[in-house]
């Protein structure tokens, strides 16, 4: 599959099979998430990889119905970040890679927002991540439930693609 059609093919999607993710991909999602560009070269993200199901239960449980699916994941990705100047940024390139990576292994994904939520603390706490680290993203992964995959309903470039000016 080529870089576009992996870009034109991904989507959110919040039902998995029952089947494990090798360490092998998990691994080069996290390759391909801390390739992504940074400012000044900071590479502010730690990545915490999560297959105990147990542990998915309760980060779902703490999203206060924000991600009750993230409990059937396979596995998720949460990134942390250094508190830097870019660090939203830099850590959400690196997400937006992570999806496009499991996307490439036919692995279903959902990040769910993690920066500013009301969850945030709790989550830190039960992931043992330090204070001052801000939490950027969950990014759930599995095989999709379903095989078929539709095709996400986009609003057409002539209605919001300009040239030279707005």
């Excluded at 396979?74 to 870019?86: E, G, L, M, N």
């Amino acid at each position: 599959m080529g870089t576009r059609e992996i870009i034109k093919k991904r989507r959110s999607i919040r039902e998995y099979k029952d089947k494990l993710i090798s360490d092998e991909i998990l691994l080069d999602l996290i390759d391909c998430g801390h390739m992504a560009p940074t400012a000044r070269g900071e590479e502010p993200w730690e990545f915490i990889v999560i297959k105990n199901k147990e542990t998915l239960k309760e980060i779902s449980r703490l999203t206060n119905r924000n991600a009750l699916f993230l409990k059937e994941a396979s596995a998720c990705i949460v990134i942390f970040s250094r508190p830097t100047k870019y660090y939203l940024e830099d850590c959400s390139a690196a997400t937006e890679n992570i999806l496009l990576a499991a996307t490439s292994y036919g692995i279903a994904s959902c990040w769910i927002a993690g920066d500013k939520k009301d969850y945030v603390p709790d989550i830190k706490i039960l992931l043992k991540a330090p204070s001052e680290y801000n939490l950027i993203s969950i990014i759930s992964l599995g095989y999709p439930k379903n095989d078929l995959i539709t095709k996400a309903e986009k609003r057409p470039l002539d209605e919001l693609l300009h040239w030279e000016k707005f």
